[in-house]
């Protein structure tokens, strides 16, 4: 009979979306993007891109890897078409 002990499943390593300050992206594109692909209303959006523009960071939400880099590759794509600087990178959580 196989051990029971030996079948536990892990929860997956969860991933943050952060993203950066700079100096040349407007604020109402970041609350957009903010509001678009994290689906925060406009009130959280503001308060998470003023907290970005006052630390330099700022975590946008949290997901399994693939969706965390899915959000990565959204966000850099509507930056760069914007002609926008607008960086964000995603990291493992802590555990
Ligand atoms: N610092 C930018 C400005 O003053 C606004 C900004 C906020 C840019 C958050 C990027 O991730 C960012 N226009």
Redesign the pocket.
């Known amino acids: 009979m196989l051990e029971r002990r030996t079948q536990k499943v892990q929860p997956p390593q969860m991933y943050q979306v952060v993203?950066?300050?700079?100096?040349y992206?407007?604020?109402e594109f970041?609350v957009v993007v903010i509001q678009e692909y994290f689906n925060k209303d406009l009130e959280t959006a503001t308060q998470i891109?003023l907290k970005?523009?006052l630390d330099g960071k700022g975590v946008c939400g949290v997901y399994t890897k693939d969706v965390a880099a899915t959000k990565v590759d959204q966000v850099l794509e509507a930056a760069h078409k914007a002609g926008h600087p607008?960086q964000c990178l995603c990291e493992p959580v802590e555990s």
């Open positions: 993203m950066l300050n700079d100096d992206t407007p604020m970041v891109m970005i523009h607008l």
